[in-house]
């Protein structure tokens, strides 16, 4: 197994090895490259090998030398995902992060039109993912020595409306499950210098450019730019671990 030290000499993450789950849609791009950018090695999963390989490739040809490696990983597998996470240990002798990134959405005219069946597959995506990383990962980001679970959620997990009653409630579960993740990297310190933390960044929805491309006159109002949620993502392990941990970072106003 072999180790390193972050040197921020060589960019602010150079040295750590961080993983990010749901690589693969935008503001996984977004997030591979601001990674990459700023020195960390960097190992992606999606469960989608095609957009993954194109995220990996984007990252690695904007920054020519960084290692930036991919993974087609079933998230809903915690088997799965807790090879990943021992794998990556052992390639790289530390994980330094895990950027939760899968998402998925769905939602109804009404209440009382919800499909159940929609709870299902949200409750999954939203929620089993999260239980199976911070399983997985918890181990490893306390050994860290400067650990992040970072777990990207929505506004509407605090506000739910009539139409979003699955999306608002799977969001709210895997927030809670966050954070108690975040009180255990709290009582695993037991009074000593916190080394780890779990955190919860919250975004009323994320835009891309190629979204303000296909409606040039829309406003996208309270919409958090891809770009600045890696920005925000990157800039968590130059806090204190006990500035970070089990908090809720706003990119969006407050409910």
Do not use: C
């Given at each position: 197994?072999?180790?390193?030290?972050?040197?921020?000499?060589?960019?602010?993450?150079?040295?750590?090895?961080v993983a990010v789950a749901g690589a693969g849609g935008p503001a996984g791009?977004?997030?591979?490259?601001?990674?990459?950018?700023?020195?960390?090695?960097?190992?992606?999963?999606?469960?989608?090998?095609?957009?993954?390989?194109?995220?990996?490739?984007?990252?690695?040809?904007?920054?020519?030398?960084?290692?930036?490696?991919?993974?087609?990983?079933?998230?809903?597998?915690?088997?799965?995902?807790?090879?990943?996470?021992?794998?990556?240990?052992?390639?790289?002798?530390?994980?330094?992060?895990?950027?939760?990134?899968?998402?998925?959405?769905?939602?109804?005219?009404?209440?009382?039109?919800?499909?159940?069946?929609?709870?299902?597959?949200?409750?999954?995506?939203?929620?089993?993912?999260?239980?199976?990383?911070?399983?997985?990962?918890?181990?490893?980001?306390?050994?860290?020595?400067?650990?992040?679970?970072?777990?990207?959620?929505?506004?509407?997990?605090?506000?739910?409306?009539?139409?979003?009653?699955?999306?608002?409630?799977?969001?709210?579960?895997?927030?809670?499950?966050?954070?108690?993740?975040?009180?255990?990297?709290?009582?695993?310190?037991?009074?000593?210098?916190?080394?780890?933390?779990?955190?919860?960044?919250?975004?009323?929805?994320?835009?891309?450019?190629?979204?303000?491309?296909?409606?040039?006159?829309?406003?996208?109002?309270?919409?958090?730019?891809?770009?600045e949620l890696a920005e925000t993502i990157c800039g968590l392990w130059s806090?204190?671990?006990?500035?970070?941990?089990?908090?809720?970072?706003?990119?969006?106003?407050?409910?």
């Open positions: 197994m072999t180790t390193s030290t972050p040197d921020p000499a060589r960019g602010p993450l150079a040295g750590a090895v791009r977004a997030t591979l490259l601001r990674l990459a950018q700023d020195g960390a090695t960097v190992v992606a999963a999606d469960a989608d090998a095609e957009r993954l390989a194109e995220g990996v490739d984007a990252a690695r040809f904007a920054h020519g030398g960084a290692t930036v490696t991919g993974d087609t990983v079933d998230l809903l597998d915690p088997a799965a995902a807790r090879a990943w996470a021992d794998r990556t240990e052992k390639e790289h002798g530390r994980i330094d992060g895990l950027v939760h990134l899968v998402g998925g959405w769905r939602g109804s005219a009404s209440f009382a039109a919800t499909d159940l069946a929609d709870w299902q597959l949200l409750h999954d995506l939203l929620l089993r993912t999260v239980q199976h990383t911070s399983l997985a990962f918890e181990g490893p980001l306390g050994r860290s020595g400067n650990g992040r679970y970072v777990l990207i959620s929505a506004a509407g997990a605090s506000r739910p409306t009539a139409g979003n009653a699955a999306y608002a409630a799977a969001k709210a579960a895997a927030e809670a499950w966050t954070l108690a993740l975040a009180d255990g990297f709290r009582r695993g310190a037991a009074g000593e210098e916190l080394t780890a933390a779990a955190t919860v960044v919250v975004v009323k929805a994320l835009v891309t450019d190629a979204m303000r491309d296909r409606k040039p006159g829309a406003a996208f109002a309270g919409y958090t730019d891809v770009r806090r204190p671990p006990e500035k970070v941990n089990g908090t809720r970072l706003w990119l969006t106003q407050k409910p």
